[in-house]
């Protein structure tokens, strides 16, 4: 699958970004989360996107 369109990469992009990540089990949570959903924790960080700059 190519992803030549400017806007569907943006939009891939963004979704990718909008996301947190539990520090205790890993899980990916959603943007808004405050808990893991999985664990309960609240030790959640957001989503890294550097190193892929493409
Ligand atoms: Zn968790």
């Known amino acids: 699958m190519s992803l030549r369109d400017?806007?569907?990469l943006e939009l891939a992009r963004?979704?990718?970004v909008?996301?947190?990540?539990?520090?205790?089990c890993g899980v990916t949570n959603p943007p808004k989360?405050?808990?893991c959903r999985k664990c309960r924790?609240?030790?959640l960080r957001p989503k890294k996107?550097?190193?892929r700059a493409r």
């Open 18 to 24: 909008n996301k947190t990540v539990c520090r205790s």
């Open 41 to 43: 924790s609240k030790n």
């Open 49 to 51: 996107t550097k190193g």
């Open 14 to 16: 963004r979704h990718l």
């Open 6 to 8: 400017p806007f569907k």
């Open 33 to 35: 989360a405050t808990k």
